[in-house]
Structure formats: C-alpha cells, structure tokens
DNA sequence: AAGCACTCCAACCGCCTTCTG
DNA sequence: GCAGAAGGCGGTTGGAGTGCT
C-alpha cells in the first residue's frame, strides 16, 4: 500500500516561503520547539506540509547557520569528505555544524563538481589521471582542487559580491534575521510586519545587529530545547573562531565521541557510522584515522602537499 | 534597452529508514 | 512481526538574478 505523497493535499500551498510564514513558523517553533512537525501545520494555520516546514526550519531559520562564502577551510573539508563518504550530504554537513546538508549539496554541484570536472579533463588531456579514477588520491587531489580555488576565490573576491548579498529573500538571512527580531520584540504570537522584498535591504550595514538577534534567538531556543529535550548545545551560532576551537578539540580526541541520541547537526556518533561503514565495506582507512589530517592537519599537510605537487599542477586551470 | 543564455539556490519529490502502536 | 506514520536524505527542478550580445 503506498502512502500519499506528502505534500500533494488539496490546498497545501508550495514555493518560496513568505517573510510571514517564517515568522509563523519560528514563532511556533520558539514556543514549542523543533519537532513533531506533523503538528505544525495544523497548529499554526500555515498551508504547508509538515516536511515542507520541516525543510524550511532546518535549512534556513534554524538559528547558527551561516550563508554563502564557504572559507578555504570548509570547502577542502568537503571536498576531502566527498572524496570519502560520497553523496553522503548529511554526514559530510555533520562535520561542518555551521552549513546544512542541502547548502553543501548545492555548493558541491554548482562549484566544486565543476572545479573537478576541470581538473579532470585537463589531467585526462595532460595523461596525469585516468577519467575512470571516481576516487582519485585525496591528498593530490585536494591540493589541486585547493590551488584552484585559491586564485578563484581571489579572482571573485575583487570582481564579484558574494552571492550572498544578491536580494532574494529567501537567501536573504539579514532579513530573515529582521522577520526574527519583529517577532521576538513583539508577542509570541503572530504578528507580520509585513517586509516587502523592496524593503529588505542587502545589508552588510548591520551586521552586528543581526547576529546580536541570532544569538539572542539561539539563547531562547536553546533554553527551550533543554527544557524540553534534555541539553544540547547544537544549535548555538558558531564563530570562526568556535568552529576552529572544536576542530582543535577533535584534533586532540579529547570529546568523547559517543552517541547522544539528539538530532544535533553535528553528530560524531553518525560519522562511526560511516566510519564502521566504511571500514568494513572498502579498502579505505577508518574514518577516524583521517578526521586527525582532515580535522587538525588538513591546512598543513594540503599546504606541504601543495608544495609537493606544484610541479605535477603546473598546467593552467584557467 | 531588450532579449537571450547561463548560474545558482530554495524548495520539491520520492525513496528509504526509523518509530510507534 | 507487521503495518502505517513520520522523519531523513539525496536527486532534481523552477525560477529569480546576472551577464552578455
């Protein structure tokens, strides 16, 4: 018996989401907390899905997200993790806890996949690497992949704004960061503002007090959620500076690494998974013998690597 | 200025897994 | 153990934005 589809209900409406439905939405969620998506629907009058809502919430409301411009660092660990687990987005995204599987599913089709199809025929043209090879040595090839990039990211940096900046509003967090501080300032309840995509500014002009309402948002949520599930700290916005912490904190296995039987973002419990996975379906090393080069070596070892295979990527990318 | 082509990402679709009674 | 419900995940696509001619 096969079950409906989920979101093919008479009156169940689709497309891009409404400043107000977001507010709808995460003033549910700041009252009841993630979860029970079946709910949500019904509770707050939002002609969605309950998956739909639980996209848009996981995706993009969800406090301590970051938007766009992928550092050097986050992109050699997906390309390194891609390398390894595959089209394994969930588990490639756990280990970047700021970026949604979807963000770098996206980021990995619209960027890096090109980037290494580049490679690849230009290797192929120059005799270097077999097109055949579908996992090519991770070592060489994120420090080719690497070096490429590099002059790219120059090369967008002083010709291109980040996409980020673009007007849309659902790429838009500094305006979903205004629809947050609205609801917030006012009551739990439901009450728009009604922001306009004109006036949404694209905003770098106020930074600061949008991460101040993130943070506050995360401080509420989090109370919440360990009221209600118990403590776990997943959801709190990560600086550059935190995210570099924990990955010094990995590199020196000093966090037990044990299931905590939440739906963090970050889940070193899942990463056994396809660590055990792994080690017992391929020839690969164990997951965890590579987090240390992926985790803490990574930018030394791509660097010296980097050195190593100047001469063998001299051809031109571009 | 207008039209076309291309890029990129938010959101949907459908399958699979897990949970619950 | 079974069936249905709910959630999770990866692939795909529609459409807005942007660049080029």
Redesign the pocket.
């Given at each position: 018996?096969g079950?409906p589809?989920?979101?093919?209900n008479i009156g169940i409406?689709?497309?891009?989401?409404t400043p107000e439905e977001d507010i709808v939405l995460v003033s549910y969620i700041r009252e009841h907390g993630p979860?029970?998506?079946?709910s949500v629907p019904t509770s707050t009058g939002l002609m969605?899905c309950?998956?739909?809502c639980?996209?848009?919430w996981t995706?993009?409301l969800r406090p301590g997200i970051k938007?766009?411009n992928f550092t050097p660092h986050e992109e050699r660990v997906i390309i390194h993790l891609q390398s390894l687990l595959g089209?394994?987005?969930?588990?490639i995204a756990s280990y970047l806890p700021q970026r949604t599987?979807?963000?770098i599913?996206?980021?990995w089709?619209?960027?890096l996949k090109?980037k290494i199809n580049k490679i690849q025929g230009a290797a192929d043209a120059d005799g270097k690497k077999p097109s055949s090879d579908a996992r090519p040595d991770c070592h060489d090839y994120v420090s080719q992949i690497y070096k490429m990039m590099e002059s790219r990211k120059q090369y967008r940096a002083a010709t291109?704004?980040s996409?980020h900046q673009?007007?849309?509003y659902?790429?838009s967090s500094e305006n979903i960061s205004r629809l947050l501080q609205g609801s917030m300032q006012s009551s739990p309840t439901v009450n728009a503002p009604g922001k306009s995509?004109e006036s949404c500014s694209t905003a770098d002009d106020d930074d600061d007090e949008n991460s101040n309402i993130i943070t506050a948002l995360t401080a509420a949520s989090l109370t919440e959620n360990s009221q209600a599930e118990g403590d776990r700290g997943s959801c709190a916005p990560m600086t550059h500076d935190d995210f570099d912490l924990l990955h010094s904190f990995e590199s020196m296995d000093t966090v037990p690494r044990e299931n905590t039987g939440t739906?963090t973002p970050f889940q070193p419990a899942?990463a056994d998974d396809a660590e055990a996975q792994l080690g017992a379906e391929s020839d690969q090393p164990p997951l965890f013998l590579l987090e240390n080069w992926l985790l803490d070596e990574a930018s030394a070892q791509v660097d010296e690597l980097m050195k190593l295979t100047a001469d063998s990527c001299s051809y031109s990318i571009f």
């Open positions: 018996m079950r589809p989920c979101c093919d409406k689709k497309g891009p989401w979860g029970n998506w079946r969605r309950s998956k739909s639980r996209l848009r995706n993009y938007r766009g089209n394994r987005w969930a588990s599987d979807n963000d599913k996206n980021y089709n619209t960027h090109k291109l704004p996409y673009k007007s849309r659902a790429s995509k739906e899942e």
